[in-house]
């Protein structure tokens, strides 16, 4: 079975006219090419996720290859693709601060994306963190949240404890603090 070529159209899935041409599935649409067994069923789904797995990062990919080659052109993606440049330009940054060799190919595009903004080795341990906990992306960006505002405080406490000279009183914007001036 391949996922790639055109499935044929089971009965109750809807079909689309195109130019007179025989009804096709829409692009929209999964279909076997006939019945399925369980086994094989379940090996497209494998595949299904494979392919939403690696979809971001292929598109970005592509952006980055052709910003390389040929200059910026996310008008002329977002015309292609049906995306529009916003997204187009999210998913090249998140490629380009991911390599090849740091990309988690269990996590998903946007696990990557939730800890793309990290320094790199932030970045590791978070998308490894998340692969032994089996975090979705919305637990892991509530746990980075988390860690930022722990830290965030931890450096207001110790500015606190131990204020810098100033010329005048100052507020953490954080947590209220007043920072006396010495």
């Known amino acids: ?4 070529s055109a499935p044929s159209r089971p009965a109750a899935t809807p079909s689309v006219q195109v130019g007179g041409q025989e009804p096709r599935t829409p692009r929209i649409a999964w279909s076997p ?3 399925l067994e369980y086994p094989e069923w379940l090996a497209a789904g494998n595949q299904l996720g494979k392919i939403g797995r690696a979809t971001g ?3 970005g990919d592509w952006l980055r290859y052709g910003a390389q080659r040929w200059g910026e052109k996310y008008r002329d993606a977002a015309r292609i693709t049906g995306y529009d440049t916003a997204t187009l330009r999210n998913l090249a940054w998140v490629a380009s601060e991911f390599p090849l060799s740091r ?3 269990k996590l998903t595009w946007s696990h990557h994306a939730a800890v793309a903004s990290l320094p790199p080795a932030d970045q590791d341990f978070w998308l490894d963190t998340a692969l032994l906990e089996k975090m979705s992306v919305s637990d892991l960006r509530g746990e980075v949240r988390a860690a930022r505002r722990r ?3 931890a450096e207001c406490e110790a500015m606190v404890a131990d204020p810098q000279p100033a010329a ?5 914007p954080t947590c209220g603090q007043v920072i ?3």
Do not use: F
Request: glycine share 4%; proline share 4%; net charge positive.
């Open 1 to 4: 079975m391949s996922l790639v």
């Open 103 to 105: 990309r988690r190919d």
């Open 168 to 172: 005048a009183a100052a507020v953490c």
């Open 151 to 153: 830290e965030t405080r």
């Open 57 to 59: 990062w292929w598109i």
């Open 33 to 35: 090419r006939g019945p």
């Open 180 to 182: 006396a001036a010495t």
